[in-house]
């Protein structure tokens, strides 16, 4: 499986301005590149370099440099060639779909460069990297990582890595090859687990990962936002561009630690791990505005994206199953009814008189379905299997 190790570079003045240079220069020749697909409707890589390399080269980009710049920008356009087939930018016709359509892609200056081992190259022991540069090879460029990061980028390094300015800082992300560990069979279970709102996350085992932080930083910076951009005056804008990205930054974290203590949990258990099918769950659900808000700004993608490939690292299956009426099922008795919900964090089974939490009610629901699925599936592959003729 592939994970991305991001390592800080620690350039001195003179290099930093040499990177900012060659990363201006390499997203001016991608732009370039750029209006030349989008002039002549090339977007293949093969004849997309054979258009436009010698005018990148002409550009001041070197060789290997100028196929990457060419090379992203293929990929940028394969990638809105299926977001447009898939709907992502709305049905034909629609004015979305249309500004997108009307004007090539645009690459900012400071966006991300990636480099091969052509021109980029590490010296793991002493923590340093050798870069391609306008300039030419500037090397013994320091970096830090910790001792966990270390480790993968010597085991299990492969492929190109991207040159990232953000926030001011250097930033390399390293592509790493890792093995999947050996998968086990859920003989105890699922850990099933209900992904909300109030709690970001509820395992059938009881544990709730509460969400009222996250939301609670998500309200005031979009408070702060409206206030800034009703202002519109110069230092608004400035101070805009300093805080966007901390909510995003901080939601991921939030979903890595919570991820972690849900793995760890199901391995520590010898469990699978169970969840809902979300899929277009934006598209189905009709809330009122303020709660629309939330729905969209929850990032409950990338907490499961965290959950399965941490998941697939340890080796513990991971299945999704069908959502509806999760909430409202009785986890004790299985009856369903909207009057199993007196309010929001309440389950009261008006059959049997089961009460629990309804997020781990939820959950329970979830980890019952996913061992029945996992049964039903896995009894139909032990049948398919052929039997050992008998000897003698």
Not at 222 to 235: E, N, P, V
């Amino acid at each position: 499986m592939k994970l991305v190790v991001q390592v800080k570079l620690l350039p001195d003045a003179g290099t930093a301005s040499a990177l900012w240079e060659t990363l201006t220069l390499c997203n001016r020749a991608a732009n370039q590149v750029s209006r030349a697909a989008f002039t002549t409707g090339i977007i293949g890589k093969q004849a997309l370099q054979r258009l436009t390399y010698t005018a990148v080269k002409q550009l001041g980009v070197s060789a290997q440099p100028a196929l990457h710049c060419i090379r992203k920008t293929a990929g940028a356009y394969a990638t809105l060639k299926a977001n447009l087939a898939a709907g992502n930018y709305g049905p034909a016709g629609s004015k979305r779909r249309e500004r997108v359509e009307a004007e090539p892609i645009r690459f900012r200056k400071d966006a991300a460069q990636p480099f091969d081992d052509r021109s980029l190259s590490w010296q793991l022991d002493a923590r340093t990297v050798s870069i391609w540069t306008v300039h030419g090879r500037v090397r013994s460029v320091p970096f830090a990582c910790s001792p966990q990061q270390a480790k993968i980028l010597t085991d299990h390094r492969h492929g190109e890595s991207d040159l990232v300015y953000r926030g001011g800082h250097w930033y390399l992300y390293a592509t790493c090859e890792v093995p999947e560990a050996e998968p086990i069979t859920p003989t105890a279970g699922f850990v099933g687990v209900d992904l909300g709102i109030a709690n970001i996350a509820t395992t059938s085992g009881g544990a709730r990962h509460a969400g009222k932080q996250l939301n609670q930083v998500r309200h005031r910076n979009r408070r702060i936002r409206q206030r800034l951009q009703r202002k519109g005056t110069k230092s608004a804008k400035r101070l805009l561009r300093k805080i966007s990205g901390r909510e995003k930054r901080f939601a991921a974290d939030t979903n890595h630690r919570v991820s972690k203590m849900i793995v760890t949990e199901a391995q520590r258990t010898s469990r699978g791990i169970a969840l809902e099918d979300l899929g277009g769950i934006r598209e189905r659900v009709r809330l009122r505005k303020p709660q629309r808000v939330t729905l969209h700004s929850w990032s409950f993608a990338q907490l499961g994206s965290c959950i399965a490939y941490k998941a697939r690292r340890a080796g513990i299956p991971v299945t999704h199953v069908d959502p509806r009426y999760t909430s409202q099922q009785c986890s004790g008795c299985g009856h369903v009814s909207k009057k199993n919900r007196p309010n929001q964090a309440s389950f009261v089974c008006t059959s049997c008189g089961f009460a629990e939490h309804a997020d781990v009610n939820a959950a329970r629901n979830i980890a019952a379905r996913a061992a029945a699925g996992w049964a039903v599936s896995h009894a139909a592959d032990d049948a398919a299997e052929p039997t050992p003729a008998r000897r003698g």
